[in-house]
């Protein structure tokens, strides 16, 4: 493993809780020593100034006191340290710090030393610039062609550059079409300053097109300063990388020609000084930072590039040479002259671990110790091999792999649902009509058997049904210890919900790091959403549900909605929703049977559902276990096609107001343009009523808007009842059919196969493309059916007639025997039980089970066939099928 690490030759931690970024770092002799040893300045946004000169006594020591030249504090933010010959009348090295809003520049000097406390350090201010805008980088040289002393150029957040002419200011430039700042740099070959701009790509300024350009004292040029200063500001050359870039630099060594380096965020470019590309190279990994240096090889240079995985990769141009492995991620990194030791590789990381390191191996001085021979005795190992095998075996069987209970599992989600509604609503911003909106209060307990770190809690439940709060943030829990949240659904939306159910979701982190995930599902009261009311004896929809099982009084099963004074309840029961609509539950004296009636169809599902779970459950205690629930009627196809079409209906319409919204924005847009024009005109011209066709423009948007935003809540109200409906019909269908749970499964995938109804994929094509498919798979009449391609693309259709058919069809085929299944061998199996398709279902079934007149959904026995084929209740289709 030593071989591709960095070796560490010196190293130390800055300060505590310190930050530092790219340009916090940089290595010169700081002090001019003239020992040509570099010494290393690290500035923090903290404010502190360090200068270090490491002399480990071996490779690997850590810091020494004498090791630290100089720390002071500068009160203000250190953005980046430059080293260069930045005071006239001197050729000595000074040091930049660039704060925020200030320039300054210091000449470090060393006192000699005495006594053994060694030399003292210390700065001097030279000279300081105020600035009028937020710095943001700096780069610096002899700009212009100057000898013997370094300019500086300051980038500000708005885009100027700042040119300093050491202890004086010279002038100001805007970049044009400036929006972010990017890494900023100077090529003295070509006397141009080269940085990259928020549109990704690479940009040369000369500094003599700098100097002549027009004056950025304001940002807005006036009409003044376009005939008095001087031209405007154009671009040397521009090149498209793509990407936007994290640092660039410009080398110029004496075996290579001059280059511009860009580091990117995945690929890292070499360029030439007009801006073409020498060489580029693509990375596999996140670059943090990079250095090029001089190659030993004549027309190469070697890159240093640090990732965000903790490695410093050594390219030869586009050669990988070496990786090594830095116990930190780099931010900086620079080459230095260290201790006569050439080539020392400085890293800095953004808490402040700063490394001097080298590459390289070091021999391993570990010896393996010298096994004594004896004898081996293999019947022994033989029997541990099978002891171990067995051990092996049983540890990767899926049951032991799976937790088998509830015992077995890490964390244990479990969610209570009070028996009584609050006393006190705790319902938020309800839209419900009703003088009191009910609430209920959910305690989710989390058990924890592991050390269960960062927990997240969310509880879901399908609007309108709305919690008082869905999201909640827990502290680590330690081995057998638990949580308790406490929180109130209620009923926001003003319809009716689809569903009682919610769902709690706990996500956490083991101490290996793993993320987990436990669940569990709670069923809300029915009192939630309605309450008790007088019967009706007249309604628009009514359901007959059969049982094998005598009826049971409602004072047994519905005691939370029958009053216990009241005998005229047993047989009969009303229920009101919040939302106004009324529903009907009565039972029959002389038979097995329980009528479910109300004027809208979707207002039957939740009462339905909610009589079959109380039977079931009611039977369960009586230890009854062949109770079984039937449906002999008609399914109320005609009535759940019309809730379709007013769904569709109001898609179209939103598409409909989506294209309008569009037309009048371009609209207002150019009436805009127009007035903008008429106001910028010097001679003033008559507005020809612009401003009045803008305002009622502007009234239409927001009239479009508001209607828009009206229709969109109708076609959620709309695709709830629709929802609520589905899951009737689904549950008819599987009591019609006695549908095993795997066939209701994938009937509800077909027909519910939507979390979320868009514009982009609606409910409507995503059921037709459903229900195709298992018209020609386990439902198909042929194999010609099998063999046809169904469509890839779903797009909103034109209208509804090509589903409701679909829809018609299952049910016919439903029907006459076919089964559902997503087995690939099941059509083909079914396809040769017979000719025409799937296996009829013998008469005398047919002829035993009562049909009750209906539009759509009455489907025909053998006899009825030949009578039928006119009427509109069968589909051609299904009429076609009975042919011999």
């Known amino acids: 493993m030593s071989l591709f690490k960095a070796r560490d030759w010196w190293s130390t931690i800055l300060g505590e809780k310190e930050e530092f970024d790219q340009g916090c770092l940089c290595v010169g002799d700081v002090d001019n020593s003239g020992s040509g040893q570099d010494k290393i300045i690290v500035g923090s946004y903290m404010g502190y100034l360090r200068i270090f000169n490491p002399h480990p006594v071996k490779p690997g020591d850590g810091v020494q006191p004498e090791d630290l030249l100089l720390e002071v ?29 200030k320039l300054c520049v210091y000449t470090v000097s060393g006192t000699l030393g005495t006594v053994e406390h060694g030399n003292q350090y210390q700065i001097k201010l030279m000279y300081e610039h105020h600035l009028q805008r937020t710095a943001c980088n700096m780069t610096y040289g002899p700009f212009g062609g100057v000898k013997g002393r370094d300019l500086i150029c300051i980038q500000s957040m708005d885009g100027m550059l700042m040119l300093f002419e050491q202890e ?48 950025a004292d304001e940002r807005q040029e006036t009409e003044q300063q376009k005939l008095s ?24 060594f004496n075996q290579a020609v001059s280059s511009v380096f860009v580091l990117g965020e995945r690929n890292f470019f070499c360029l030439k000084d007009n801006g073409q590309i020498r060489f580029m190279k693509k990375l596999d990994y996140s670059p943090s930072c990079f250095i090029p240096y001089c190659s030993v090889k004549e027309g190469t240079i070697n890159t240093l590039v640090g990732n965000h995985n903790k490695i410093l990769n050594v390219y ?94 890490k964390l244990i989600v479990t969610a209570e649902v009070l028996p009584d509604l609050d006393a006190e609503s705790q319902a938020i911003d309800s839209e419900v009509k009703a003088e009191a909106v009910p609430s209920v209060t959910v305690k989710v307990t989390i058990e924890s058997r592991v050390t269960a770190q960062k927990p997240n809690l969310v509880v879901c439940v399908q609007a ?110 009303g229920f009101q929703f919040l939302t106004g609509s009324k529903t009907t539950l009565l039972a029959s004296k002389t038979s097995q049977r329980y009528r479910i009636q109300s004027d809208q169809l979707e207002d ?57 919204l569009s037309e009048r924005a371009v609209q207002f847009r150019a009436i805009e343009r127009r007035l903008l024009t008429r106001f910028k005109d010097k001679t003033p011209a008559p507005l020809q009523h612009l401003d009045t066709l803008l305002e009622g423009t502007f009234r239409e948007v927001i009239a479009l808007a508001d209607a828009a935003e009206e229709n969109q809540a109708n076609m959620f109200r709309a695709l709830t009842k629709l929802k609520s409906a589905t899951h009737l019909v689904i549950t008819l269908i599987s009591l019609w059919q006695k549908l095993s749970a795997d066939q209701v499964a994938i009937l509800e995938a077909t027909f519910l196969p939507l979390a979320e109804d868009t514009q982009e994929l609606g409910w409507e094509e995503a059921v037709d493309a459903a229900i195709s498919y298992l018209l020609r798979t386990c439902l198909s009449k042929s194999s010609k059916e099998q063999a046809l391609n169904l469509s890839s693309e779903l797009c909103m259709p034109k209208d509804t007639s090509r589903l409701k058919k679909n829809i018609t069809v299952f049910c016919d085929r439903l029907a006459k025997g076919g089964r559902l299944s997503l087995s690939t061998d099941s ?32 489907f025909p026995t053998h006899r009825q066939v030949a009578k039928q084929k006119s009427k509109p209740g069968l589909s051609e289709d299904a009429a076609e099928e009975e042919k011999p």
């Open 73 to 101: 504090q500068l009160r203000e933010p250190i953005l980046q340290v430059e080293v260069g010959k930045f005071v006239s009348g001197t050729e000595g090295l000074h040091l930049a710090v660039l704060h925020c809003r």
């Open 168 to 215: 004086s200011y010279a002038f100001g430039r805007f970049l044009p079409g400036f929006l972010l700042p990017g890494p900023l740099t100077y090529s003295s070959r070509t006397d141009s300053f080269i940085t990259v701009s928020s549109c990704q790509q690479v940009e040369s300024y000369k500094y003599q097109v700098l100097a002549f350009a027009t004056d």
């Open 827 to 858: 059509a083909t199996q079914q396809a040769a039980v017979m000719p025409g398709g799937c296996t009829t279902i013998p008469e005398s079934d047919l002829e035993e089970r009562p049909v009750i007149p209906g539009y759509t959904a009455k």
């Open 316 to 409: 030869q141009d586009v050669t990988l040479k070496w990786a090594a492995q830095l116990p930190h991620i780099p931010v900086s990194v620079r080459v230095a002259n260290l201790q006569g030791l050439k080539g020392v590789i400085v890293t800095l990381s953004d808490d402040g671990h700063l490394q001097c390191s080298y590459l390289g191996t070091d021999p391993s001085v570990f010896q393996a110790p010298r096994v004594d021979s004896r004898e081996i005795n293999y019947e022994e190992f033989d029997a541990e091999m099978k002891k171990l095998q067995k051990s092996i075996k049983e540890a990767t069987k899926i049951q032991d792999i799976l937790p088998k209970s509830e015992k077995h599992r």
């Open 604 to 660: 039957l599902w939740l009462i339905t559902k909610e009589l079959i779970l109380r039977l079931e459950e009611h039977f369960k205690k009586q230890n009854c276990k062949d109770f079984a629930c039937t449906f002999s009627g008609s399914i109320p196809l005609q009535e759940y096609f019309e809730l379709i079409d007013q769904h569709f209906e109001l898609r179209l319409n939103a598409e409909k107001f989506q294209e309008l």
């Open 464 to 573: 309108p049904l709305a919690v008082t709060c869905d999201q909640f943030f827990l502290d680590d829990l330690e081995p057998d210890a638990s949580e308790t949240v406490v929180l109130s659904v209620f009923l926001k939306g003003n319809c009716a919900p689809s569903e009682l159910e919610g769902n709690c979701v706990v996500s956490y982190n083991t101490p290996t790091g793993v993320l987990s995930v436990a669940q569990c599902n709670f069923r809300l009261p029915l009192r939630l959403v309605c309450f008790p009311a007088q019967p009706s004896k007249a309604a628009n929809h009514k359901l007959t549900i059969d049982t094998n099982k005598p009826p049971i009084s409602f004072l047994t099963i519905f005691p939370d909605f029958v009053d216990p004074s009241g005998d005229d309840q047993a047989n009969a029961l």
């Open 229 to 252: 200063s001087g031209k405007r500001l154009a671009v040397d050359w521009v090149l498209n990388i793509g990407e936007q870039a994290l640092d660039i630099c410009v080398v110029s």
